[in-house]
């Protein structure tokens, strides 16, 4: 469609004042609260225990991943962020990127997976522990956040998913079944909607179809005009050809001055070409000089390296032989150890027996002693009732004694 064509403009915006239209039926029919609720997230708000702690969990965990994309940008510039996180922090951070790199080691020369596997137990530890500092310190993390320059990552796209997750969970835990069927009512509604906008476009076509047959009817007078104005060309480009012939002998003439001129700049070109081809000589031999001079000092510096890889493989098979002797060592003194280890807990079995023995023994000994303090007090008790008991016998026979007396004087 020519963009200049009235008509055709004309039809366009006819059509698209019908469409707008149609889409502002909705509005004037009047769209449900719930409807409008799951067309905009933000009048969405959680009224239940229930859901607050579900958004809290996914909130949290957004804050999470958020602090671990920062990481890797602060412990590439951790000097530059060392006083603001402070010393605890920093060196988390520390022991985190050394346990990265360490990971990174094992992982590109696999092998020792239970090796690999205590390093990935640590790594956990050490991200969960940054990550309990950092929501111990909510300001520093928002501090951070703008400060931080951060390249894009597949994490950024897995945080945005995270969030439209997190949006999609809070619309289906706040959607009520009511709700659900006016947007179910609604949809229905926009259909029907569509329906008649698309006949109404089908008339519109049929118009535009018209209106672009009068646009060829146009066009296939303006071709007639372009006819007759081509005819006008070709006698105008009759008279243009003589001109050109003029032109064309003015043309061979200045050509054969050129040429004349030519010949005598390629005789000093050649000239300077024997000139340069002389010195290009004298380099050549110089050049060879100082290639050969260069090929002996090579050869030197050959026998060099090759005296010095020989004395490398003597030191080394030398240390490799000490290693050796260091790791049979190392061995004997690694069975004498699991000797004395099993020794030493049999010992410690024989021990904790004997103490055993001892606390029971001791314990009788106790028992013993207070049967013993008990047996005495007894018997003290009885020897104390025992001489009362003389003593009152004795008194009383002499009272009687002294009253007998006292009886035969009267």
Not at 360 to 366: C, H, S
Not at 368 to 379: G, K, S, T, V
Request: proline share 3%; with cysteine.
């Amino acid at each position: 469609m020519a963009t200049g064509d009235p008509a055709a403009s004309q039809a366009s915006s006819l059509m698209q004042k019908t469409l707008v239209k149609g889409m502002a039926t909705p509005g004037k029919a009047g769209i449900p609260l719930g409807v409008m609720k799951l067309l905009d997230p933000r009048q969405l708000k959680p009224d239940i225990p229930e859901t607050e702690r579900i958004l809290t969990v996914l909130d949290d965990t957004i804050v999470k991943l958020e602090i671990t994309r920062l990481i890797p940008g602060i412990t590439g510039s951790l000097e530059r962020y060392a006083r603001m996180l402070g010393p605890e922090i920093t060196n988390s951070l520390l022991e985190h990127q050394k346990l990265s790199m360490e990971i990174q080691h094992l992982l590109a020369s696999p092998g020792d997976e239970e090796n690999m596997r205590a390093v990935e137990q640590r790594l956990k530890c050490s991200l969960r522990n940054i990550l309990r500092l950092f929501l111990a310190n909510p300001l520093l993390y928002h501090g951070l956040k703008y400060q931080v320059r951060v390249r894009e990552s597949p994490a950024d796209v897995f945080i945005k998913a995270f969030m439209e997750f997190r949006n999609f969970m809070l619309e289906r835990l706040l959607t009520s079944p009511d709700e659900e069927k006016e947007k179910i009512q609604f949809m229905e509604d926009i259909s029907l909607r569509v329906e008649k906008n698309t006949e109404t476009i089908s008339a519109l076509r049929e118009e535009l179809a018209a209106v672009i047959q009068t646009r060829d009817e146009e066009f296939n007078r303006k071709d007639k005009t372009i006819e007759e104005l081509k005819t006008s060309m070709e006698d105008l480009a009759k008279e243009c050809k003589a001109e050109i012939r003029h032109t064309m002998e003015e043309g061979e003439k200045q050509q054969k001055e050129d040429e004349k001129a030519s010949q005598d700049r390629c005789a000093r070109l050649k000239q300077d070409a024997q000139l340069l081809g002389a010195r290009l000589n004298a380099l050549v031999l110089e050049h060879q000089a100082s290639e050969l001079v260069l090929k002996q000092e090579k050869c030197k510096a050959e026998r060099e390296i090759q005296k010095w890889v020989q004395k490398y493989d003597i030191d080394m098979t030398e240390k490799q032989a000490t290693y050796d002797e260091l790791q049979d060592a190392y061995s004997e003194e690694k069975e004498q150890l699991a000797l004395l280890m099993e020794k030493h807990a049999l010992l410690l079995q024989e021990y904790t027996e004997i103490e055993e023995e001892r606390r029971m023994l001791k314990e009788k000994e106790e028992e013993a002693a207070q049967e013993e303090a008990r047996r005495n007090d007894a018997a003290t008790c009885i020897q104390a009732f025992w001489k009362g008991y003389l003593v009152r016998s004795i008194y009383k026979s002499k009272l009687k004694k002294a009253k007998r007396k006292s009886k035969r004087k009267k």
